[in-house]
């Protein structure tokens, strides 16, 4: 149920996108004829009842952030909060630079290295989704309320139809006309044998006023709408809780009864035209509300009277050019609208997928094969210059594959990589190192019972030589995917942050693995501050961070951001703090702190007393 709704909330997303378009539309071709607005809002009930999108390059559907990527942002996200305060919260973690993952269990650490293993997030991992845990109590809240207006519709209709079963049919015509003395309006009301439903008291009304209205409701029977307007009830109780749909179906019955009114004034006379405005006003009444509006067939006197007389009054023929210029609007806007951007990815076999993420953390080339253990296939997290401390933990890889060129026993993977690395600051694990969206160059070996062996990989130069080396690289219909995939700045921030989503992934399975919760993203998501947005200057910053102390602290090791940050030195987690206690005009006390993540201990503190251009070391008690 969770993941219905969340599709639900994500259809109706795009869909509430389509309903503005169709607005718009119906605004600048007012004077089309209303069927071409009904035939727009068709575009909005395509969009909320078709499980599937038609892939093209000219879709404008907005797609910057996944609904996922909402959620996570909005603060759904399990690993949401904050990191614990209690010191048993993690253990010192020894760990490398990169994390590499498994698709299975979770061997031993390697060697003092500090060599890490962890889980893989794939495609098929049965690991629980977060996102729809957290969707769990608003998607029972969702099926509840649709359930409940689908119900109250589906009840509504029946009580209406007990009311009308002592109806009495009229003679001598070719339509199903009753008459009823429990109704105050005419409507068409019916699924399989719909009916034409006259108030007995509407004969009063004279002869001429009954036929205007039979002809209206006739209208409406040669129209489908007693299908449509049904149709369109259920697609608006299922996406209840957006409001612009309810807006959309509202506007729609306008549309609807305007349609109608267009289809039996055309050709007649403008004496014709009055005598159905006047049985428009003598059939008003006033409207029923929520209720009726929403539940049943609307009555011929119900909707926009005001409106309607006045368009039946000034209607005129419409030039043929506002036609098809509003059909051929209506078209594009299917095309960019109904559709959703073209992916530029390229199905590659799983094994294969597994041989590229695992390249992309192998900068030491180690041959994927020498990592095979009981058939089971890990991947190696390389521990790059790794000396006395790291700040960054672990690290995430995304790609996404444009081509490929195969041999008997070589294959080339044209892709975008990205690679992030992470660590704790502030309590959130960030992307703090890595690079974004590289069109890459990947070469493996095949050996005879199909397994990938890595060789090499290319990257473009970069600065003014980065087209060229493009094209070098990457074959011309290769070339043309990746122009297509970074042809604009929407579709280029799509794939980084499709990426990033990847990369993403990786430090979720870190987090569940070291047992901490906490928020990730990287320093844009994020409100770090530095010493210059409390007024400090350039000079005092500059100085500052490149001092040693008298015991030969290097001040610079703490970074230029307030808060703190995780590192590991020699198997132990260590946190640096700057914590700045003054104004916003450069003057206070920035106090530097060193302890052990999980005791508390300190292993240095010290502070400085900041004062206009000048700093001076502060005599700290304790």
């Known amino acids: 149920m969770e993941q219905i709704f969340l599709q639900v909330l994500s259809r109706s997303l795009e869909a509430s996108v389509v309903v503005l378009a169709v607005i718009a539309m119906r605004l600048v071709f007012r004077s089309a004829p209303k069927w071409t607005h009904c035939l727009m809002w068709a575009l909005v009930a395509v969009k909320l009842a078709c499980p599937f999108a038609i892939e093209s390059e000219f879709s404008l559907m907005p797609t910057g952030y996944s609904l996922p990527r909402l959620l996570n942002e909005a603060g759904w996200e399990t690993g949401g909060g904050r990191i614990s305060d209690s010191a048993d919260a993690a253990e010192p973690d020894k760990t490398g630079e990169f994390l590499v993952v498994t698709t299975e269990k979770v061997p031993p650490e390697e060697d003092g290295e500090g060599t890490q293993f962890s889980e893989r997030p794939s495609a098929d991992s049965e690991r629980p989704n977060d996102n729809n845990a957290m969707a769990r109590l608003p998607a029972a809240v969702w099926l509840t309320g649709a359930a409940a207006l689908l119900l109250y519709g589906a009840g509504s209709y029946l009580r209406l139809k007990r009311r009308l079963a002592d109806a009495v049919p009229v003679e001598g015509t070719t339509l199903p006309i009753y008459r009823s003395d429990r109704i105050q309006t005419a409507f068409l009301c019916g699924v399989v044998k719909p009916k034409i439903y006259l108030p007995f008291r509407l004969e009063e009304k004279g002869e001429e006023t009954e036929r205007q209205v039979i002809a209206h409701e006739a209208a409406h029977l040669q129209r489908g709408d007693h299908l ?106 299917a095309a960019v609208l109904l559709t959703r951007p073209k992916s530029y990815a390229v199905d590659v076999p799983p094994e294969l997928d597994d041989a590229i993420a695992a390249s992309i953390f192998d900068d030491r080339k180690v041959s994927l094969s020498d990592f095979l253990m009981d058939d089971e296939r890990y991947y190696y997290a390389a521990v790059s210059g790794l000396t006395e401390r790291t700040d960054c933990e672990c690290a995430g890889e995304g ?14 993977v044209y892709a975008l990589c990205s690679a992030a690395g992470y660590g704790f600051r502030d309590g959130n694990l960030v992307s703090n190192t890595g690079y974004s969206c590289v069109p890459t160059v990947i070469t493996f070996a ?35 995917q990746y ?76 970074g230029i951001y307030l808060g703190n940050f995780e590192t590991i030195e020699k198997g132990t987690r260590y946190v640096y703090s700057q914590t700045w206690e003054g104004d916003n005009n450069g003057n ?27 700093f001076t070391k502060v005599i700290m008690e304790g």
């Open 228 to 333: 449509t307007k049904v149709f369109a009830f259920v697609l608006a109780a299922v996406y209840w809780f957006n409001p612009v749909i309810w807006l959309a179906y509202v506007l729609y019955a306008r549309d609807i009864e305007l349609a109608c009114d267009e289809k039996v004034i055309r050709g007649r006379s403008e004496e014709e035209r009055k005598a159905y405005s006047r049985a428009l006003l003598a059939c008003a009444v006033e409207e029923s509300g929520f209720m009726i509006h929403n539940a049943v067939p609307v009555g011929f006197g119900e909707i926009a009277v005001k409106r309607r007389v006045a368009n039946v009054l000034k209607n005129k023929k419409t030039a043929i050019w506002v036609i098809v210029a509003a059909l051929v609007v209506a078209a594009v806007a």
């Open 446 to 480: 095949v050996d005879d019972d199909g397994h990938y062996r890595y060789q090499n990989r290319q990257e473009p130069e970069d600065g003014a030589y980065f087209r060229k080396s493009v094209e070098n690289m990457f074959p011309r219909s290769v070339l043309a």
């Open 588 to 614: 206070g006390t920035l106090t530097f702190a060193k302890y052990e993540y999980v005791s508390g201990t300190y292993v240095e503190r010290f502070a400085y007393r900041i004062e206009g251009d000048t």
């Open 399 to 412: 790609h996404l594959v444009l081509g490929m060129k195969e041999s008997d026993h070589a294959v080339t």
């Open 483 to 558: 122009d297509k995939s970074m042809k604009t700045a929407g579709s280029h921030n799509e794939v980084a942050k499709q990426l990033s989503d990847q990369c993403d992934k990786y430090a979720e399975g870190y987090l569940k693995k070291i047992g901490r919760e906490a928020k990730i993203g990287d320093y844009a998501d994020f409100d770090f501050k530095i010493l210059s947005d409390y007024g400090v200057s350039d000079q005092v910053c500059n100085a500052l961070y490149e001092l040693h102390t008298e015991d030969g602290i290097y001040i610079g090791n703490y």
